[in-house]
């Protein structure tokens, strides 16, 4: 099961501990020995000599690739710990008095003593793996660490670890016992010091709801190399003490930590990965951080920095993640960027930097995964992918790119999801985009595209979002979806009714009304004389959905959430106290754009009124309370022969979690 072909020889593998000079091998385990040889039908073992002396056929000199012979051991506490016999002509049974010499130490182990059950068909030679892992027998965690932990843990508000038990004993929630993704719960020990001695390595304790702040007292820990400390409630600051330490992995995502990044960062040569997405750190990126010469991954996403983008971090030479998105930096994407080489994913959406791309971006051919949104500045041609062959996910989502798609895109054969949504791309889909087989999602929503939807695209049935271009079809009326292709909004001028064309002549009932109420994402709810519409059509990453006198259309998916489908519908998993609470029960998602559009109303003065209720954030004192949600609301009025009157969202009144905006638009004519 572990191997594609046949084996012809297996070796046992074990791991070792340490060695010191004049230790003996244990008298069980010199029995236990004899007994194996005798059950391996072994005669050449000397037991006049000690067998972990290494001599006298204990470990063959000259040892020959596939013909080895060897004992080996761990004279920490004189034990046998690795037996390797290749080409020996042993044919007997799997020796389970083996097992028994393990059993009795203090290892955790996995092995089976019937090796056939590895392999297709029995093998001449076979292999055994066994892996170890030991705390050293009697092995304790030094006192000053274990005060130290007590004082780490007043400080985060950790209050069940048992201190009546080692912390390096792996008992009593010091591991948790089944470990889940996402909720990891461990304190790590090195115990093969000196004297019996363990040191903590790494601290993890992920989505525990600490309620308190960052411990300065984990420079009390010499040996700590991780911190983990992801979704929790800490709040308060980063400790600069922390500076002094020999950290690899700094891990705080998902708090509510303020304050600045504190330059004393810059001073740990060892390490690799900084996290401190979603908190609400402020300040600027301190120019100290471009002295870690090692850092391989640096996220800042969805914090309150601000500042230009140290010239300095063009030192990070190791850099291979880079994630800024969601902040208020000032000024350009900087072209220093041609120096991290080794990057493979750039994440800067949303992160308040300017435009045009810097040409240098081209350099960075080992990128996988590069999201770029939101650039204000001056309007900016295509930016120069094409040697980033590797890409798998590339999104240039609102970044003022003009001119037509760069043919070249479809040879980029490796990527799944292609977002080049809401920018100023005009012309036609070239034909070489039908080489992109692998790409699942394609978005070209709200450019200025043309020209007749390509074939291949309708019946290939991937997800390709063209909403709001100006696409048409060669032969008939364009229909607004077309398989998983969605074509809402497509129209290269208003026709004379003020519709969309792509929706064709829908009838109206005869019985038309001034009234449009939806349950946007719930269920049919009945409101006095009038009713809230059912909306629990399940939608999808290009779809469009057309009801009698109103319909929505849906783009985008989910990234990057672990699950396995994406889910367009939320439902309330906090308290609502509204008096309409059956109306927040359930809402609509949005990945990337939502559309509702309305017809067949009858002509007169309107108000349009959006409800709106937090249903995912909880009210409490955990992580789960710690989103943030902005609304991006835009009420476009078709009125006669006119588009493109925008009425602003006003008089935002929040009476506990619900929000509820007023807009009034008055004209004499609705249509």
């Known amino acids: 099961m572990f191997f594609s072909r046949p084996l012809s020889s297996v070796t046992l593998f ?5 060695f010191a000079s004049g230790a003996t091998l244990v008298p069980s385990e010199v029995e236990a020995l004899k007994q194996i040889a005798k059950t391996l ?6 037991f006049s000599v000690d067998p972990c002396s290494g001599q006298s056929g204990w470990v063959r000199n000259g040892q020959v690739k596939g013909a080895e012979n060897a004992l080996s051991k761990s004279f920490r506490d004189a034990h046998s710990l690795s037996l390797s016999i290749s080409s020996n002509s ?12 393990f059993k009795r130490q203090r290892f955790i182990f996995f092995f089976h ?3 056939n059950m590895f392999f297709s068909r029995p093998l001449s030679s076979v292999t055994l793996f066994i892996c170890l892992v030991t705390f050293a027998s009697g092995a304790t965690l030094v006192p000053s660490e274990v005060e130290a932990l007590k004082q780490i843990a007043k400080t985060l508000g950790k209050t069940n670890w048992n201190f009546s038990v080692d912390p390096c004993s792996g008992q009593s929630d010091w591991v948790r016992n089944g470990q889940v993704k996402g909720a990891e719960n461990a304190v790590t020990c090195n115990c093969s010091f000196p004297n019996d001695t363990c040191h903590v390595t790494s601290i993890v304790l992920k989505s525990q709801n600490l309620p308190g702040t960052c411990p300065p007292e984990l420079v009390k820990l010499q040996y700590l190399h991780e911190i983990d400390l992801t979704r929790n409630y800490l709040n308060g600051t980063i400790p600069p003490e922390w500076g002094s330490m020999k950290l690899v992995n700094i891990s705080l995502l998902g708090n509510r930590l303020t304050g600045s990044i504190p330059k004393e960062l810059g001073n740990i040569s060892t390490l690799v990965n900084v996290t401190l997405e979603f908190n609400q750190l402020s300040g600027v990126i301190p120019p100290e951080l471009g002295n870690l010469s090692r850092l391989e991954k640096l996220h800042l996403t969805s914090n309150n920095i601000f500042g230009e983008l140290p010239g300095t971090l063009a030192k990070l030479t190791a850099l291979k993640d880079f994630r800024i998105g969601q902040n208020h930096f000032t000024g350009k994407i900087p072209s220093f960027i041609e120096n991290w080489t080794n990057l493979e994913k750039l994440v800067i959406q949303a992160s308040g930097l300017d435009g045009p791309f810097p040409s240098s971006i081209a350099l960075l051919t080992k990128m996988t995964d590069m999201r770029i949104s939101d650039l204000s500045g001056t309007e900016s041609s295509f930016p120069p992918v094409r040697n980033m062959r590797g890409l798998k996910t590339l999104i240039l989502r609102s970044c003022n790119i003009v001119g037509q798609l760069p043919p070249y895109l479809g040879n980029l054969t490796n990527l799944k999801v292609l977002d080049l949504s809401f920018n100023k791309l005009s012309g036609q889909i070239p034909n070489d985009f039908e080489g992109l087989l692998n790409t699942q999602y394609l978005y070209l929503t709200g450019n200025l595209l043309s020209g007749p939807v390509p074939d291949w695209m309708v019946k290939g049935g991937k997800y390709y979002d063209l909403s709001f271009n100006q696409f048409t079809d060669r032969n008939t009326a364009l229909s ?3 398989g998983s292709v969605n074509l809402y909004g497509n129209s290269p001028s208003l026709n004379a009714t003020g519709t969309v064309s792509c929706l064709g002549s829908s009838k109206c ?5 001034y009234l449009l109420r939806i349950n946007c994402g719930g269920r049919a709810v009945p409101d006095g004389r009038n009713t809230y519409q059912d909306d629990t059509n399940l939608g999808g990453p290009s779809f469009l959905y057309q009801g009698s006198n109103w319909g929505f259309s849906s783009t985008g998916h989910f990234l990057d959430d672990d699950r396995t489908g994406d889910p367009y519908i939320s439902r309330n998993i906090s308290s609502l106290s509204a008096n309409t609470s059956e109306l927040y029960m359930d809402a609509r998602l949005s990945p990337l754009s939502l559309t509702y559009y309305a017809f067949c109303l009858l002509n007169g003065n309107y108000s349009v009124d959006l409800h709106f209720a937090e249903i995912v954030f909880t009210d409490d004192r955990t992580y789960s309370s710690l989103g943030r949600r902005i609304f991006d609301i835009y009420i476009q009025v078709l009125v006669s022969h006119f588009m493109g009157k925008v009425i602003n969202g006003k008089n935002f009144k929040r009476k506990d979690n619900a929000i509820h905006i007023n807009s009034k638009y008055k004209e004499n004519q609705m249509g």
């Open 509 to 513: 009932p005869r019985n038309l009304s």
């Open 90 to 101: 042993t044919s007997t049974a799997t020796p389970l008095r083996f097992v028994s010499i």
């Open 113 to 115: 003593p019937s090796v």
């Open 41 to 46: 039908g072994k005669t050449n073992w000397n």
């Open 480 to 482: 607004c979806q077309r």
């Open 14 to 18: 074990i791991c070792l501990v340490t």
